[in-house]
């Protein structure tokens, strides 16, 4: 997530009253999680564990708890709870907008674009030419969608992400300041629900087709000419690359990837990330044909006892 304005470290430092390591004219561009970062952006890390791969990312500033020795050409807000300061400058740059009406003054709307009865549209959304977006179907705030996408009846667009920090006093949500991007001639089934990233986009590429009751989670990305059928479940920070084709009851971990043109056969449970150009099934994830040949061996098992048994 880019902020509107470059700003300085001790601006940043200053909106969440923290101390930081570097100059304090030092250009703050953005915010991001670990997987986007870009130079010019703010990274948290709260664990030790996570400390290296944070100082040695991509990122420019690190907001760490605790004081370590500065990378070369980086600087660090210190403070006692990066979660928290993390939402806060989430808060600050992308704060709530709550909406009076069903379609928002600010959504962009193109040519041709049917929006059936009781649709919301949010702040700053976009959609393009030629669209259908069925009843009941809610698009939150700053969700692009392309040209010629049909969105079926109650589906959701831009929900938060499902991140959480387990404290004492029970479940904190890291805040999302992300979007929902959606390509050009996609097609969404029905109850549908896709979080937004919680800063960067979550994406669905051009050309591909979601059944219905689809959940795919924050910040992950499906390639183009995908076909996912319904009830499938893909977590959050997934890659889904081009023409794959996942069938229905699959559910997925997350950060995984999915190799193009694969195909994971029903009810899989995606453990690990798997090549392209092959067949999986089961749980944990198999090539489909060992996990046959393994069903066909198990099927023989009794025969093999009862032989066993004679001699």
């Known amino acids: 997530m880019k902020f509107p304005k470059p700003h300085t470290l001790k601006e940043i430092a200053d909106l969440i009253?923290?101390?930081?390591?570097?100059?304090?004219?030092?250009?703050?561009?953005?915010?991001?999680?670990?997987?986007?970062?870009?130079a010019g952006d703010i990274v948290f890390v709260d664990?030790?564990?996570?400390?290296?791969?944070?100082?040695?990312?991509a990122a420019t500033t690190i907001l760490i708890?605790?004081?370590?020795?500065?990378?070369?050409?980086?600087?660090?807000?210190?403070?006692?709870?990066?979660?928290?300061?993390?939402?806060?400058?989430?808060?600050?740059?992308?704060p709530f907008k709550a909406?009076?009406?069903?379609?928002?003054?600010?959504?962009?709307?193109?040519?041709?674009?049917?929006?059936?009865?009781?649709?919301?549209?949010?702040?700053?959304?976009?959609?393009?030419?030629n669209c259908v977006i069925h009843s009941n179907v809610s698009i939150y705030d700053d969700t692009v969608i392309g040209n010629n996408v049909i969105?079926?009846?109650?589906?959701?667009?831009?929900?938060s992400a499902f991140y959480y920090k387990n404290r004492p006093e029970?479940?904190?949500?890291?805040?999302?300041?992300?979007?929902?991007?959606?390509?050009?001639n996609v097609d969404i089934g029905a109850l549908c629900t896709i979080d937004k990233g919680v800063t960067g986009d979550t994406t669905i590429g051009e050309g591909s087709k979601l059944d219905n009751q689809i959940q795919v989670g924050h910040?992950?990305?499906?390639?183009?000419?995908?076909?996912?059928?319904?009830?499938?479940?893909?977590?959050?920070?997934?890659?889904i690359e081009d023409e794959v084709t996942i069938w229905g009851q699959v559910g997925t971990n997350s950060g995984i990837t999915i190799g193009s043109k694969a195909i994971i056969l029903g009810q899989t449970g995606v453990t690990k990330s798997v090549k392209g150009g092959k067949t999986y099934f089961s749980t944990p994830i198999q090539e489909s044909r060992e996990k046959l040949k393994e069903l066909v061996a198990l099927k023989q098992l009794p025969e093999l006892l009862k032989s066993l048994k004679q001699k």
């Open 17 to 38: 009253s923290c101390e930081f390591v570097g100059e304090e004219t030092f250009t703050v561009l953005g915010m991001n999680e670990i997987h986007v970062v870009e």
């Open 47 to 57: 664990h030790p564990k996570y400390y290296d791969k944070a100082l040695q990312s």
């Open 65 to 94: 708890n605790k004081k370590v020795d500065c990378p070369e050409g980086k600087t660090l807000l210190i403070s006692d709870d990066p979660f928290s300061d993390f939402n806060r400058l989430t808060t600050h740059f992308k």
């Open 99 to 129: 909406s009076g009406v069903a379609i928002s003054a600010s959504a962009k709307i193109g040519e041709n674009t049917i929006i059936q009865p009781n649709c919301f549209i949010g702040n700053n959304v976009t959609i393009g030419d």
């Open 151 to 159: 969105i079926h009846a109650g589906s959701i667009l831009g929900a």
């Open 170 to 184: 029970g479940f904190d949500q890291l805040r999302s300041g992300g979007r929902v991007v959606i390509k050009d």
């Open 219 to 239: 910040d992950t990305v499906i390639g183009k000419k995908c076909l996912i059928a319904s009830q499938t479940g893909i977590a959050g920070c997934c890659i």
